[in-house]
């Protein structure tokens, strides 16, 4: 598969641990923050989002959390497995242009390996 | 299968040259965002379109240019190619919705591989 990035933080874990992937997000304004994987040779895929009125929310075996105090956000994967090695971006809402249009901006990516 | 096509898939091309990246949107979907995806910079943002219409534009070269046709299909052209154009670009597609219903998942396809050598 193609590389997207050589100089990724890379978090390793042990299948079956729970994995947590940072995020520290630019804009105090931003009002809504997204989690996508990418996997190798495609395009990043929808996790789970989160609006800035909450701190947390939970989807199925991943929840995210948002700390707006220190612009922070993370993504925490309950027994991880093989098939979630991946690059997982965090993206921020810097814009909303209406009708249903998001401007994101997405971090730098974390590379997540799973060692069966 | 996101849904969202993007053609071609690989392509390789000398310095100087112009391309054409097309990108077919999830069926029913509005808006078309570009995205470039290089080693050291990450995904970033292109440009967006609306139903035909440029909506908000991101680091865009003025050598790139886009546009959403009719049948909402898009394609960016990236012209006076550089080394540094080499990357993956792609095309994501959203859902219409209304306000307070938003829901600010992108459906990516799986980008076009640009080679400038």
């Known amino acids: 598969g193609e590389s997207v990035g050589l100089h990724l933080p890379t978090l390793s874990v042990q299948e079956g641990d729970n994995s947590i992937i940072n995020c520290a997000y630019s804009?105090?304004?931003?009002?809504?923050f997204i989690w996508y994987k990418q996997e190798s040779g495609k395009g990043p895929q929808f996790i789970i989002d989160?609006?800035?009125?909450?701190d947390k929310r939970q989807g199925q075996r991943v929840t995210v959390l948002l700390n707006k105090t220190v612009k922070h956000l993370s993504l925490q994967i309950a027994a991880t497995q093989p098939g979630d090695s991946a690059v997982y971006f965090c993206?921020?809402?810097?814009?909303?242009?209406?009708?249903?249009?998001?401007?994101?901006?997405f971090g730098k990516g974390t590379k997540l390996s799973v060692i069966p | 299968d996101s849904g969202v096509t993007q053609t071609p898939k690989h392509l390789i091309t000398a310095t100087g040259q112009r391309v054409t990246l097309r990108c077919s949107p999830r069926?029913?979907?509005?808006?078309v965002y570009w995205y470039q995806q290089s080693l050291d910079q990450g995904l970033q943002f292109l440009i967006q379109?609306?139903?035909?219409?440029?909506?908000a534009k991101g680091n865009i070269l003025e050598r790139f240019s886009a546009q959403q046709f009719p049948d909402l299909h898009s394609e960016l052209n990236l012209s006076s190619l550089e080394l540094g154009d080499s990357a993956l670009y792609f095309c994501?597609?959203?859902?219409?919705?209304?306000?307070?219903?938003?829901?600010?998942?992108?459906?990516f396809g799986e980008g076009s591989r640009l080679t400038v050598l």
């Open positions: 994501a597609s959203s859902p219409r919705t209304g306000p307070g219903g938003n829901t600010g998942e992108l459906f």
């Open positions: 804009n105090s304004a931003s009002d809504y």
């Open positions: 989160i609006r800035s009125n909450m």
């Open positions: 993206a921020e809402n810097m814009g909303y242009s209406g009708a249903g249009s998001y401007q994101l901006t």
């Open positions: 069926s029913g979907d509005l808006s």
């Open positions: 379109y609306y139903n035909g219409e440029e909506r």
